[in-house]
Structures are given as structure tokens and as C-alpha cells.
């Protein structure tokens, strides 16, 4: 060992350290301790954080909702009353006026009614017939539309010819039906 000679050598320089590659570039180690962190207080941070979101939501409730407001005018609350009573009464009054309508159409078809039935007895009682006699007269409208009505179309086709017969099985083509073979199936 002799042979092996030492030198230092001093350039001035500091001594140039080797840069080492650094360990855990894919940052492996942040997940491994989320993963420990969650496993150990996994409970606790969902609780924590669904009171936060409950926080949340009720303050955004209190600071959408309207501030209280000052009671109303007494004198504006007297005047919509008023108003709404004078609808109350107008909306009543018409009411009043169509039933007072409506009774006096009831009492004249009543009135007519009783004439044509003292007629039918009077015609019964001098032996005429009444059925002709006791048609109620009717009005050109009504008239017009009546016999638009029952006029009978000419034009009609039957559905189906006269000889036509379901039980039959006619005329079906390759559309019949068959009943099934009697006895046991035939299968294994």
C-alpha cells in the first residue's frame, strides 16, 4: 500500500456536492397520510362539516329574509276594507237581480205548464184528442235547429253484408283459429 499516493487538491472552490434525485416526486406520501388522517377522524370531519353546511344555509335564510316590517296605516287597512265590502255588496246585488230573474222564468214556465194541463183535461173532457194539441210552441231558433237535428242520413252503409256470421269461420283465409288437441301433452 505503499504505491497509493493521497493528494488534496484545493482549487478555491467549495466543495461541489452531487444533487441526489428527489424521493417522492409522484407526492405518494400526501395520500398515504390523507388516507391515515381520514381513517383515524373520518367520523368527526363529516360531522364537522355537515354543521358547517348547515350553518351556512341557516344564516343564508336569515339574511335573505325581508326585515320585519312596520305595522300598516289604520287608515289604509279602513279604506281596503271599505273597498272590498263595496265589491262584496255590488257582486250580491247582481246575484240578487239574476235569482229575481231566474224566479220569474220559473214562475211562468209553471204558469204555462198548468195552462196546457187545464187544456189537455178540457180537450180530454169533450173527447178530442190531446197529444197534437199540447205541443208547446216553439220559437224560429228552435224551430230550425230542431229540424236540422232530425233529419235521418240516407247515406248510410252497413258495416257488414247480411250473411255475414262470426261463428261461421268465412272468409278468413289463413286466419282461423283451430282448437287445440285433446288428451295428455305429448312431452317427456
Given at each position: 500500500m505503499d504505491d497509493v499516493e493521497i493528494t488534496d487538491v484545493d482549487d478555491g472552490d467549495w466543495?461541489?456536492?452531487?444533487?441526489?434525485?428527489?424521493?417522492?416526486?409522484?407526492?405518494?406520501?400526501?395520500?398515504?397520510?390523507?388516507?391515515?388522517?381520514?381513517?383515524?377522524?373520518?367520523?368527526?370531519?363529516?360531522?364537522?362539516?355537515?354543521?358547517?353546511y348547515l350553518l351556512i344555509q341557516h344564516l343564508s335564510k336569515r339574511r335573505s329574509s325581508p326585515p320585519p316590517q312596520t305595522p300598516p296605516d289604520a287608515a289604509l287597512v279602513a279604506r281596503k276594507q271599505e273597498a272590498m265590502e263595496a265589491a262584496r255588496r255590488r257582486?250580491?246585488?247582481?246575484?240578487?237581480?239574476?235569482?229575481?230573474?231566474?224566479?220569474?222564468?220559473?214562475?211562468?214556465?209553471?204558469?204555462?205548464?198548468?195552462r196546457q194541463k187545464i187544456e189537455m183535461w178540457e180537450s180530454v173532457q169533450q173527447g178530442k184528442s190531446y197529444k197534437g194539441a199540447t205541443k208547446p210552441?216553439?220559437?224560429?231558433?228552435?224551430?230550425?235547429?230542431?229540424?236540422?237535428?232530425?233529419k235521418p242520413k240516407?247515406?248510410?252503409?252497413?258495416?257488414?253484408?247480411?250473411?255475414?256470421?262470426?261463428?261461421?269461420?268465412?272468409?278468413?283465409g289463413s286466419c282461423s283459429w283451430r282448437p287445440?288437441?285433446?288428451?295428455?301433452?305429448?312431452?317427456?
Open positions: 466543495p461541489q456536492m452531487e444533487k441526489a434525485p428527489i424521493k417522492n416526486q409522484d407526492l405518494s406520501f400526501l395520500s398515504r397520510s390523507a388516507g391515515d388522517i381520514l381513517s383515524e377522524y373520518g367520523w368527526y370531519l363529516m360531522a364537522v362539516t355537515v354543521l358547517v257582486m250580491q246585488e247582481e246575484l240578487d237581480a239574476k235569482a229575481a230573474i231566474y224566479r220569474e222564468k220559473q214562475i211562468q214556465q209553471e204558469q204555462e205548464k198548468r210552441p216553439q220559437s224560429n231558433e228552435e224551430a230550425s235547429s230542431s229540424t236540422a237535428v232530425l240516407t247515406d248510410k252503409k252497413p258495416l257488414r253484408s247480411a250473411d255475414y256470421n262470426p261463428l261461421a269461420g268465412q272468409g278468413g287445440g288437441r285433446r288428451g295428455p301433452s305429448a312431452g317427456g
